[in-house]
T-cell receptor, first 113, second 117 residues
Framework: DVKVTQSSRYLVKRTGEKVFLECVQD?????MFWYRQDPGLGLRLIYF???????EKGDIPEGYSVSREKKERFSLILESASTNQTSMYLC????????????FGPGTRLTVT | AQKVTQAQTEISVVEKEDVTLDCVYE???????LFWYKQPPSGELVFLIR??????QNEISGRYSWNFQKSTSSFNFTITASQVVDSAVYFC??????????????FGKGTLLTVNP
């Protein structure tokens, strides 16, 4: 079974703080993704990575950065958290060798006050 | 550009009713995958099915069935004899077959299904 884990289920941070969201997958997947999910807006892709040290911007990269130093780990960084970044953050991974289906972690609900 | 439309924002049914969730997609690519995901109240998206654009055969898995029609660019999902545990948000998604950026999925906005006892 594919397992994608995220470092926190719930997180509360203050405006201006630097925030790290960690994601780890255990299936040797090449591709990893960060989404945010907001009511009425569905899932929006922030960044993705299809190889170690490779990253590509998604649809809403502003205010975020990512890091992928190891194949199994993909970090999302909020350099200076703002209240409009309060959201559910979902990490996913997929393999090049299959049919591109993504497997998701449980999500991190981030509140920025 | 790719697009997935799930016109039904919310559906409410009574247990044991059949329900169909609609998905219409747009793509210029000739080869692609289509997906359905389920997001129960716990929040984690669960992969349900993938279909290849080459294969228009309908698929059935227990109470779930999927109808893929290329002619209408639709990939509809039917739950037969719905149960309360089917209550969730369901997402349809699309991906081009290829490498690099093609690994991205384009998601619809989801349909909230509520099954009442």
């Amino acid at each position: 079974d594919v397992k994608v884990t995220q470092s926190s289920r719930y997180l509360v941070k203050r405006t201006g703080e630097k925030v790290f969201l960690e994601c780890v997958q255990d299936m040797d997947h090449e591709n990893m993704f960060w989404y945010r999910q907001d009511p009425g807006l569905g899932l929006r892709l922030i960044y993705f990575s299809y190889d170690v040290k490779m990253k590509e911007k998604g649809d809403i990269p502003e205010g975020y950065s990512v890091s992928r130093e190891k194949k199994e780990r993909f970090s999302l960084i909020l350099e200076s958290a703002s209240t409009n970044q309060t959201s559910m953050y979902l990490c996913a991974s997929s393999s090049d060798r299959g049919g591109y289906e993504q497997y998701f972690g449980p999500g991190t609900r981030l509140t920025v006050t | 550009a790719q697009k997935v439309t799930q016109a039904q924002t919310e559906i409410s049914v009574v247990e044991k009713e059949d329900v169909t969730l609609d998905c219409v997609y747009e793509t210029r690519d000739t080869t692609y995958y289509l997906f359905w995901y389920k997001q129960p109240p716990s929040g984690e998206l669960v992969f349900l099915i993938r279909r290849n654009s080459f294969d228009e055969q309908n698929e059935i898995s227990g109470r779930y069935s999927w109808n893929f029609q290329k002619s209408t660019s639709s990939f509809n999902f039917t739950i037969t004899a719905s149960q309360v545990v089917d209550s969730a948000v369901y997402f349809c998604a699309l991906s081009t077959i290829g490498g690099g950026s093609n690994y991205k999925l384009t998601f619809g906005k989801g349909t909230l299904l509520t099954v009442n006892p």
